[in-house]
């Protein structure tokens, strides 16, 4: 959440998605009531450090690091919060005084602390004990949030077992301490909510939510026949396209797999933020692919599309709206469509907090994009368009024309004469593969390049002057040469 927002919550009455709470020295004894009840209902913001009239008095910073680390800890413990549901505290100085925001989303399944479920009014907390009330809230997440269908059906072995080394690598680098870690992988599913229990109907197993973001594509498909994504370049020829990726597979690898298709057809710009030196693209795009994935309602079969024009990106997918029309990026209150699939984004590094998305884009187009102003527009399709300067993705075609060139001497360069055109056209797509996604295994180059485990060994033998494999034999992957990749980048 950026400081202006904090400050302009503060400056709000306490009410349905509002909470302050005074904390000094230690976390208030009813804070996770108050969790609990915006989990079951429509969600909200908590902050700590303030009094009930809006009255800033801080945090002592000698107990802050602790505060917080009690605080992920707390919602991961399925005695303090169950199911848990971990919460991503953020810390802020106004004015020399130390305070910690906790956003909290709706969540699709329906929680307790203590043993109790409670549930928010604009009085405050309330406890629910009434069977038929808890029915009811059970009801309307059931309805609402269609990524916590159980499917009993499913098992642990129609996941993909090579996605979870890249998820442990990934939630890592985000947070080497992170309580899941110390998980087997499905102890790690459990905690993320991918597995639940129906206590209406007694169902239990995985999810819709499970399927999406780990199944392997036969098992997504048989669940859901019409899901795909449609990555689309329409500049040259408008009607139909001048390049397409049709994309059919969990929503870890799709997001990979998008974020190639932008890294194929539109232009970087690199911006300094502060002393560090950033990717405006990878910036802009991430956001705006993850809130794709994440914000889909997939019991819908409206296609989900991906278009790049010549002067803008629009996107399309079916959506479970809290309104109609543009949102105002200053204003607009962020409501999750897939509660879990957001939480594991963002163990991942790939989603920061649930709105930053589209604050993010309106943030940095104007240095990307000329000015340009962003729409997201919010119904039963939501849909977003990003302006690009059309002469910038015209640069981005040329770069990726020299980017070609120079790969495919190199690979002339490298292997002998006896190696057919066809073997070495595959080999080139390796090398720009890595190039974009470093850090591939040999699974994953074989499963995107269309091969065998055995073929994708047998080329990166040949071209073992250009391609190194780093890490640990089960979790490690290919990398480029330094020489090969400073080649490349003269040539971007």
């Not at 950026?2 to 400056?11: D, G, I, Q």
């Not at 020399?96 to 399944?109: E, Y």
């Not at 962003?374 to 002469?391: L, Y």
Request: charged fraction near 25%; charge should be neutral; hydrophobic fraction near 40%.
């Amino acid at each position: 959440m950026s400081l202006e927002r904090l400050k302009r919550l503060l400056k709000e009455k306490e009410g349905i998605r509002l909470e302050f709470k005074e904390a000094r020295i230690a976390l208030p004894g009813n804070l996770f009531e108050t969790i609990c009840a915006m989990l079951n209902c429509d969600g909200g913001d908590i902050i700590l450090g303030v009094n009930d009239n809006g009255t800033v008095l801080g945090v002592d910073h000698t107990k802050m690091e602790t505060m917080v680390s009690n605080l992920v800890n707390l919602s991961n413990n399925p005695q303090k919060l169950d199911p848990p549901f971990i919460l991503f505290p953020q810390t802020y100085d106004i004015d020399s005084k130390l305070l910690i925001h906790i956003q909290i989303p709706s969540s699709s399944q329906v929680h307790k602390t203590a043993g109790i479920v409670f549930n928010r009014s604009n009085d405050g907390d309330f406890r629910v004990t009434q069977p038929q009330q808890i029915a009811e809230i059970y009801n309307r997440k059931r309805t609402h949030y269609t990524e916590g269908i159980i499917y009993p059906g499913l098992r642990f072995e129609d996941f993909k077992a090579d996605l979870f080394p890249k998820i442990r690598n990934l939630i890592r680098s985000n947070n080497p301490n992170h309580p899941w870690l110390a998980l087997t992988d499905q102890q790690m599913l459990e905690k993320a909510g991918l597995w639940k229990r129906d206590i209406n109907s007694t169902q239990e197993g995985y999810t819709l939510a499970a399927a999406l973001l780990l199944g392997k594509d036969e098992v997504i498909q048989q669940l859901i026949p019409f899901f795909k994504i449609d990555a689309l370049v329409r500049i040259e020829d408008t009607y139909r396209y001048d390049d397409r990726e049709y994309i059919q597979t969990n929503l870890i690898e799709a997001y990979e797999q998008l974020m190639a298709f932008v890294g194929k057809h539109l232009p970087d710009k690199f911006y300094m933020e502060g002393d560090q030196r950033v990717s405006l693209r990878n910036i802009i795009f991430r956001e705006v692919i993850a809130n794709l994935i994440v914000h889909r309602e997939y019991m819908n079969g409206h296609p989900c599309t991906f278009i790049i024009y010549s002067d803008r990106v629009e996107t399309e997918n079916a959506s479970n709206p809290h309104g109609e029309g543009p949102l105002d990026p200053a204003h607009f209150a962020p409501f999750p469509k897939n509660p879990i699939i957001i939480k594991f984004f963002m163990q991942l590094g790939r989603v920061d907090e649930l709105g930053s998305g589209i604050l993010n884009v309106n943030r940095f187009i104007k240095e990307y994009a000329d000015d340009g102003v962003p729409q997201f527009i919010e119904g039963n399709v939501f849909k977003m368009i990003i302006p690009v300067a059309r002469e910038k993705i015209e640069g981005a075609r040329d770069i990726t024309n020299r980017l070609n060139d120079t790969v495919n001497d190199t690979v002339n360069d490298t292997v002998n004469d006896t190696v057919n055109d066809t073997v070495k056209q595959r080999m080139a797509k390796l090398i720009l593969l890595l190039y974009k996604n470093p850090g591939l295994n040999s699974h994953e180059l074989a499963n995107k390049l269309g091969v065998s485990k055995i073929t994708i060994k047998r080329d990166i033998q040949k071209l073992n002057k250009l391609v190194k494999f780093q890490g640990a034999p089960r979790t490690g992957g290919y990398f480029l040469t330094q020489e090969l990749k400073e080649k490349m980048n003269l040539n971007a």
